[in-house]
């Protein structure tokens, strides 16, 4: 039962921007201090391990050779598989080969941000390194999509202490989402609605119903085509999420977004 509830975990970062691990390291419940020190070993995480090289390179083999099915695998970033993967190497070698062996035997693999989830930004066209996210790079790995971009941290230590409580990934949509975070559409929960449905739009940035937190429907808003939790469980301590601060959802959490939601300001 201690290794189910504390199992080790490794953070691979490909084609990325670091934009998840910046937002797990402001996690606030729990914090990442708490997440690493308390409820998980973290053994290899590029960004912020101290071991760098060989022995952090080692940590990581370690961990495949004698946890095998046992550990978590965390993807932070797309990975490429034009001209046999070779536009994202680390260790010297590419991140396709580094995945499917990390993802191939893990107990289970969290996508984080839509890079990881779905291609994200590499991807979009005219995708020139052949991008994907894990799913399809390591066919027949159990991997949790929790894309956005980035992902909200809160949801990603949901999902971790969901898979410790009860021993499985929880429920998804059929894009590989856990319902509990992307199962409602942001429209349904945005605190801008009723003005949409009273027809008070922003029509211009800065005008006065800008100023007094009109729709943003006709400056570009894609909440009506998106699902994430961002209205209920915001960010940064539910400070506020992008509606709130007076900018439209850009539809980040979905597949494909770069090519699908833009141009961002119009509909
Ligand atoms: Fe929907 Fe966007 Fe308007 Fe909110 S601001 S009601 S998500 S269109
Ligand atoms: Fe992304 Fe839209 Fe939420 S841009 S962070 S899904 S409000």
Same mark, same amino acid.
């Given at each position: 039962l201690d290794e189910v509830k504390r199992p080790t975990l490794v953070w691979l970062e490909y084609q990325d921007c670091a934009a998840d691990t910046e937002a797990l390291l402001r996690a606030?419940?729990?914090?990442v201090a708490e997440l690493i020190?308390?409820?998980?070993?973290?053994?290899?995480h590029e960004t912020v391990m101290a071991a760098a090289g060989f022995q952090a390179e080692e940590a990581l083999a370690k961990v495949v050779k004698e946890q095998k099915g046992k550990y978590l695998a965390v993807v932070e970033g797309s990975i490429p598989l034009k001209d *046999?993967?070779?536009?994202c190497c680390v260790a010297g070698r590419t991140a396709v080969d580094t995945a499917r062996e990390v993802c191939g035997n893990a107990l289970a693999t969290i996508a984080v941000g839509t890079c990881a989830s779905f291609g994200g930004l590499p991807a979009a066209s005219p995708n020139p390194t052949g991008a994907v996210g894990v799913r399809e790079a390591v066919p027949g790995a159990t991997v949790l999509n929790l894309p956005g971009?980035?992902?909200?941290a809160d949801n990603l230590t949901a999902a971790v202490v969901y898979f410790l409580t009860f021993g499985k990934l929880p429920a998804t949509d059929d894009q590989g989402r856990p319902l509990f975070a992307y199962g409602k559409r942001i429209h349904d929960n945005c605190e801008r609605r009723p003005h949409f449905d009273a027809g008070?739009?922003?029509?211009?940035?800065? *005008?006065d119903g800008h100023k007094v937190g009109y729709c943003l429907y006709k400056m570009g808003c894609k909440g009506p085509e998106t699902f994430h939790n961002c209205p209920t469980q915001r960010f940064n301590q539910k400070t506020s999420w992008p509606v709130a601060a007076g900018h439209g959802c850009?539809?980040?959490?979905?597949?494909?977004f770069w090519d699908t939601m833009t141009p961002l300001y119009q509909r």
């Open positions: 606030e419940h729990p914090t020190l308390d409820i998980l070993s973290v053994d290899y *046999d993967g070779i536009y971009c980035p992902l909200n008070q739009y922003v029509e211009r940035w800065g *005008d850009a539809g980040c959490s979905q597949p494909g």
